[in-house]
């Protein structure tokens, strides 16, 4: 089975219909509500993009990209991409708690 193949089997769908592409866009869509455009932004966020790189890999204006960020930042209560990454990191793989 090639990588592929083995993307599509454990992918979903959303509720549009769209395809999941990875788990972490699985989470994003449910817990926080973001749209496939706002998800595809995130996802170039989360790979260390800067916008002007997210804009010429999606083919968007930086003023698109900076509108989305935007919105992104409102549902997930933030107020900067590093916040963002920040919640949805810790929302995946909460840190342990310790005793006192």
């Not at 993307?7 to 869509?29: D, I, N």
């Not at 083919?59 to 990209?65: E, I, M, Q, Y």
């Amino acid at each position: 089975m090639n990588a592929r193949n083995s993307q599509a089997s454990t992918s979903g769908r959303h509720a549009s219909g769209a395809k999941f592409e990875t788990e972490l866009e699985r989470e994003l869509t449910v817990a926080y509500k973001l749209t496939p455009a706002e998800r595809r932004v995130m996802a170039l966020v989360i790979r260390g993009l800067t916008n002007q790189q997210i804009a010429g890999r999606l083919r968007l204006s930086r003023n698109t990209v900076r509108n989305r960020l935007a919105s992104c930042f409102v549902k997930l209560k933030v107020s900067r991409r590093t916040e963002a990454v920040f919640v949805l990191f810790a929302r995946r793989s909460p840190l342990p708690r310790t005793r006192e």
